[in-house]
């Protein structure tokens, strides 16, 4: 899927003929007004300047890794790619990629971050990761980062031999964040939305420790964790003038093939 500096509209070849303008700020809504769900604009730019100051790059690292092993041609699609920093990585990495999110604030970083870097064969769309503006097997892999895992979609979108990664918060992930905000830190569950059709190739783990400095990027690392929306008020309180988090970092790859 190329799309040149030209192309403004695209048409679905369907009984009716829908049209989809690109924005002036190079991505399309192909959600209409669901696209004003998702990530707002402030937590979109939370996220980005704490993406951007590289406390995750071992995970996008890890991630570009598997996608060579497994695949060196093809769509890669980033299903629920929020603003776009893993997206970049890999269409850095040499890879065709489409980034899909159903937050219009979000896509609109992504698409901004794929055309300041030039990166070629990219594209980004606010859409649902469970309806994937693609036709039935026309990806050779698709990523879910810490996003939905809608597996069926997956494989739908996947070619015979197409692979899902699914990367996601292993039992120790942000800890010490937990520490900080809670008198009693639990170990993160097993998600309940893991693939069940498909056939588990690997899994690998990452772990390691960061320090995360200055409020303003503790903050934005806890705006993009689920505890932002289940913690009480008074434990909210507790990282107001933490200026300092040293926390472990733990992640699972999970790598699916769409044979069972």
């Known amino acids: 899927m190329q799309v040149s500096d030209d192309i403004r509209t695209l048409f679905c070849d369907g009984e ?55 695949k060196n041609s093809g769509l890669v699609v980033d299903a629920g790619c929020g603003e776009g920093y893993y997206t970049q990585m890999i269409a850095e990495a040499g890879f065709e990629i489409l980034g899909v999110d159903l937050s219009k604030f979000a896509v609109q970083t992504t698409a901004s971050r794929l055309k300041c870097k030039t990166a070629q064969n990219t594209f980004a769309a606010v859409a649902s990761v469970f309806e994937l503006p693609l036709q039935n097997e026309t990806a050779s892999a698709l990523v879910s980062i810490f996003a939905p895992c809608a597996e069926e979609e997956a494989r739908r979108v996947l070619s015979e031999n197409g692979i899902l990664i699914v990367v996601s918060a292993g039992r120790e992930h942000l800890m010490g964040l937990k520490q900080a905000l809670y008198s009693t830190a639990y170990e993160n569950e097993d998600r309940r939305d893991m693939p069940t059709n498909m056939k588990l190739l690997e899994r690998q783990t990452l772990s390691y420790e960061v320090t995360v400095e200055g409020n303003g990027d503790i903050e934005s690392l806890f705006s993009m964790t689920p505890y932002y929306w289940r913690t ?19 992640i699972n790859f999970d790598v699916y093939t769409k044979e069972k």
């Open 16 to 70: 009716r003929r829908h049209s989809f303008d690109f924005s002036a700020k190079g991505y399309i809504n192909l959600a209409g007004s669901r696209g004003i769900s998702g990530d707002s604009k402030e937590a979109v730019k939370a996220r980005t300047d704490f993406l951007n100051k590289g406390y995750y790059e071992p995970i996008a690292r890890r991630l570009v890794e598997l996608l060579a092993t497994y």
């Open 232 to 250: 009480s008020p008074s434990d909210k309180d507790k990282l107001s003038g933490l200026q300092v988090l040293k926390t472990k970092i733990d």
